[in-house]
């Protein structure tokens, strides 16, 4: 899996993490009591908040009013956490922790002596797992809602230069070759007792399954049951609800059910395969910029959540 562009931080905050583990750094002094500073739709940001990203962005030697590049940025990052929550699309604490794990090894770190280097700085793990958290889900909210999706914000001549910048050393991404099984529930049957009973003859399907070639056989005389073969999806195009579970499950087994306005569904992962082709650059590419949630219709997308919501500042 990539890391996400954004999680770069184009080289400024890896440099500094490494020069900041080197050098003597005396602790900051104990945060002044709590004070809430804005209100972001029922939401608090608090002067702890806000000095916690003012250190973050020294960590990333940011120029410039950090004060007021703080307070924008914890409510445009409040309003990308209220969607991603809204939407389904919140990536889960084990992924932002493997995130982190993963960003601590980039710098020849580990996870525990990152801790000790954001906890001097003034940071602390939490804010920037928080920050992790936003900067996954954020493109996974985007493709939910269909912004950005299309294009990726890339031209062909761009992605073209971008495999050409990248010579053989061009990106991979999984291949899948996915089946998806519904147990279908309808609306006018839809209640607690009937989805759980669902659930369970799924669940029961799940335990037997041990291929995508058995599955046809295995769900005769089963009632109600729909199977889909989804054919090649490459990583970046799998559907963000969807996502984590395909990931975390290996090739030949099937993901946990979920329960969709269908009824009760998972996936089996018919093969897993790492291609490195033209089509899987042009797709990491574009999802690489999709990641950074740069593009102008992510821009428009944002600017129209900061004007739905109430904001009060303090």
Same mark, same amino acid.
């Given at each position: 899996?990539?890391?996400?562009?954004?999680?770069?931080?184009?080289?400024? @905050?890896?440099? #500094?993490?490494?020069?900041?583990?080197?050098?003597?750094?005396? =602790?900051?002094? *104990?945060?002044?009591?709590?004070?809430?500073?804005?209100?972001?739709?029922?939401?608090?940001?608090?002067?702890?908040?806000l000095a916690?990203?003012?250190?973050?962005?020294? +960590?990333?030697?940011?120029?410039?009013? @950090?004060?007021?590049?703080?307070?924008?940025?914890?409510?445009?990052?409040?309003? /990308? +956490?209220?969607? #991603?929550?809204?939407?389904r699309a919140?990536?889960?604490?084990? $992924? *932002?922790?493997?995130?982190?794990?993963?960003?601590?090894?980039?710098? /020849?770190?580990?996870?525990? %002596?990152?801790?000790?280097?954001?906890? $001097?700085? !003034?940071?602390?793990?939490?804010?920037?797992?928080?920050?992790? $958290?936003?900067?996954?889900?954020?493109?996974?909210?985007?493709?939910?809602?269909?912004? !950005?999706?299309?294009?990726?914000?890339?031209? =062909?001549?761009? +992605?073209?230069?971008?495999? @050409?910048?990248?010579g053989s050393?061009?990106?991979? =991404?999984?291949?899948?070759?996915?089946?998806?099984?519904?147990?279908? *529930?309808?609306?006018?049957?839809?209640?607690?007792?009937? @989805?759980?009973?669902?659930?369970?003859?799924?669940? $029961?399907?799940?335990?037997?399954?041990?291929?995508?070639?058995?599955? !046809?056989?295995?769900?005769? !005389?089963?009632?109600?049951?729909?199977?889909?073969?989804?054919?090649?999806?490459? %990583?970046?195009? +799998?559907?963000?609800?969807?996502?984590?579970?395909?990931?975390? =499950? /290996?090739?030949?087994?099937?993901?946990?059910?979920? *329960?969709?306005?269908?009824?009760?569904?998972?996936?089996?992962?018919?093969?897993?395969?790492?291609?490195?082709?033209?089509?899987? #650059?042009?797709?990491?590419?574009?999802?690489?910029?999709?990641?950074?949630?740069?593009?102008?219709?992510?821009? /428009?997308?944002?600017?129209?959540?900061?004007?739905?919501?109430?904001?009060?500042?303090?």
């Amino acid at each position: 899996m990539h890391i996400p562009a954004n999680l770069r931080f184009t080289g400024l @905050l890896l440099a #500094a993490v490494v020069a900041f583990s080197f050098a003597p750094v005396s =602790t900051p002094a *104990v945060f002044a009591a709590s004070q809430i500073k804005i209100v972001v739709n029922n939401q608090a940001i608090t002067s702890v908040d806000l000095a916690r990203r003012v250190a973050f962005l020294k +960590l990333q030697r940011t120029s410039g009013n @950090l004060g007021k590049k703080a307070r924008e940025q914890l409510v445009d990052e409040a309003l /990308k +956490l209220q969607e #991603a929550i809204r939407v389904r699309a919140l990536v889960s604490d084990g $992924q *932002v922790d493997a995130s982190f794990a993963r960003f601590a090894s980039s710098n /020849k770190l580990s996870p525990k %002596q990152l801790t000790q280097i954001l906890n $001097q700085a !003034g940071v602390t793990p939490k804010h920037f797992k928080n920050f992790i $958290q936003i900067q996954m889900s954020w493109p996974r909210v985007l493709q939910a809602v269909g912004v !950005g999706s299309s294009s990726g914000g890339l031209s =062909t001549q761009e +992605l073209v230069s971008k495999m @050409l910048e990248r010579g053989s050393d061009q990106p991979s =991404t999984t291949e899948y070759i996915l089946q998806q099984v519904i147990f279908v *529930v309808p609306a006018s049957k839809r209640n607690n007792a009937t @989805l759980n009973a669902r659930k369970r003859e799924a669940d $029961q399907l799940r335990g037997r399954l041990k291929d995508c070639d058995s599955a !046809g056989s295995m769900m005769t !005389g089963l009632r109600d049951v729909s199977l889909r073969k989804l054919g090649r999806i490459m %990583q970046p195009e +799998l559907p963000p609800e969807w996502r984590p579970l395909i990931e975390k =499950t /290996k090739s030949g087994g099937s993901t946990s059910t979920r *329960v969709t306005e269908r009824g009760i569904e998972f996936i089996t992962i018919c093969s897993a395969k790492t291609v490195s082709d033209d089509k899987a #650059a042009e797709l990491v590419f574009r999802s690489e910029n999709d990641d950074a949630g740069e593009t102008a219709d992510a821009k /428009k997308y944002l600017e129209e959540l900061r004007g739905r919501a109430v904001i009060a500042n303090k």
